[in-house]
Each structure stands twice: as structure tokens, then as C-alpha cells.
T-cell receptor, first 114, second 114 residues
Framework: ETGVTQTPRHLVMGMTNKKSLKCEQH?????MYWYKQSAKKPLELMFV???????ENNSVPSRFSPECPNSSHLFLHLHTLQPEDSALYLC?????????????FGPGTRLTVT | DQQVKQNSPSLSVQEGRISILNCDYT??????FLWYKKYPAEGPTFLIS?????DKNEDGRFTVFLNKSAKHLSLHIVPSQPGDSAVYFC?????????????FGEGTQLTVNP
């Protein structure tokens, strides 16, 4: 596997379900991110992890719970979601350094909440 | 408060001609700018970037121009090819804050007609 991978690619869940999204990066990066992309809207940053430590929570509701066990893996645990949470969830990674902030994205998980 | 704006949701050009995608920003602290390309069912792919100390960066058919006084950047693709048809996002970063945080525009759908 190369780059950034995400599983599952598609997920349909009811409002009372609990599920988890998984992201893995094979680039040796030290930062990982969760983004949400809703239709016709810009990518919204949800969480940032630098060196496994959460450095940013962009006012995300507590029904979204991130976990970063190591610098290569990132999870997003989902519970009691709402239909408006249906979106494309993108994971990204980058090498944090003094200059250049290119982030490399996975293919995303298309989430539908019914 | 939309700090990065792409005012054209779509652009259509003929193969071989120039494509010009525009992006405006409001935060004067932004000092690094990036363009991403996104195909359907894939994550965004990094294309080209520019630091605020430059006004132009070129990579093959892609050139990014930065006008700091106008808080405006543009991506030129020449010659355009049908494979360039995708959604293009501009993004900006302020290295003085959390370093790798990117703020994205809404995206412009480019269609290159054969």
C-alpha cells in the first residue's frame, strides 16, 4: 500500500449505530487530519494530530471522536449521528516542518446517515 | 467567514487553450498557498504551491501567480487537456499559527472539451 488509505470507502449507518472510520498513511509523515466535505461546501477541517497529539478540534460535535494510536493510523469513531452528518470524510497527512505544508489525502469515506 | 473564496463554481475551456482558475483570500496572515485537483471518488491531489515571498511558480503546464496586494492567486493551465477536467481547490496556510492548518476554497469544476 502506498500513500494514504481509508476504509471503508462507503458506509451507510442508522442514527443509533456506532461505527469507525480508519485511515492509514504510508508516507512517514508526522501529522494527520480529518476533514468533512459536504456538497457545494469547502473542505472543513475537523481534527489535527501532530506527533499523535491532538492539536486542533475545530468545534466538532462530541458524536465524532478521533483516535490516533500512532503517527501512521487515525480513526474517527462515530455514534448517534444525524442525517446532516452525511458527507465525504477525508483523511490527510503531512510532514510538519518550517516551510511547505502539502497535505496528502486519502480517497475518502462516503458516509450516509439514515 | 469564508477566508478563501473561489467565485467561479465552473469553467469550461477548449482543449489546447489556456485555463485560468482564480482564488481570493481575506486573511493577510496567509503566507503559503496551494492548489489541489480532485477527481470524482478520489481524494484531492496536491498540484502546485507558492510561498508569499514569490509571485510566480511554474511546474510544467501549471503556473500559479500570486498578487499579494490584491490578495489574489490564479492557476494557469496551458495547454489544457481533457484529463485536466476535475474540481480544483485553492488552499491557504498561515505558518505563524498551527503551521499545517489549511483553509480551502469551495472549488471550481473545470471541464476541458476535446
Amino acid at each position: 500500500e502506498t500513500g494514504v488509505t481509508q476504509t471503508p470507502r462507503h458506509l451507510v449507518m442508522g442514527m443509533t449505530n456506532k461505527k469507525s472510520l480508519k485511515c492509514e498513511q504510508h508516507l512517514g509523515h508526522n501529522a494527520m487530519y480529518w476533514y468533512k466535505q459536504s456538497a457545494k461546501k469547502p473542505l472543513e477541517l475537523m481534527f489535527v494530530y501532530n506527533f499523535k497529539e491532538q492539536t486542533e478540534n475545530n468545534s466538532v460535535p462530541s458524536r465524532f471522536s478521533p483516535e490516533c494510536p500512532n503517527s501512521s493510523h487515525l480513526f474517527l469513531h462515530l455514534h448517534t449521528l444525524q442525517p446532516e452528518d452525511s458527507a465525504l470524510y477525508l483523511c490527510a497527512s503531512s510532514q510538519v516542518r518550517d516551510s511547505a505544508y502539502e497535505q496528502y489525502f486519502g480517497p475518502g469515506t462516503r458516509l450516509t446517515v439514515t | 467567514d469564508q477566508q478563501v473564496k473561489q467565485n467561479s463554481p465552473s469553467l469550461s475551456v477548449q482543449e489546447g487553450r489556456i485555463s485560468i482558475l482564480n482564488c481570493d483570500y481575506t486573511n493577510s496572515m496567509f503566507d503559503y498557498f496551494l492548489w489541489y485537483k480532485k477527481y470524482p471518488a478520489e481524494g484531492p491531489t496536491f498540484l502546485i504551491s507558492i510561498s508569499s515571498i514569490k509571485d510566480k511558480n511554474e511546474d510544467g503546464r501549471f503556473t500559479v501567480f500570486l498578487n499579494k496586494s490584491a490578495k489574489h492567486l490564479s492557476l494557469h493551465i496551458v495547454p489544457s487537456q481533457p484529463g485536466d477536467s476535475a474540481v480544483y481547490f485553492c488552499a491557504a496556510s498561515d505558518s505563524g499559527t498551527s503551521g499545517s492548518r489549511l483553509t480551502f476554497g469551495e472549488g471550481t469544476q473545470l471541464t476541458v472539451n476535446p
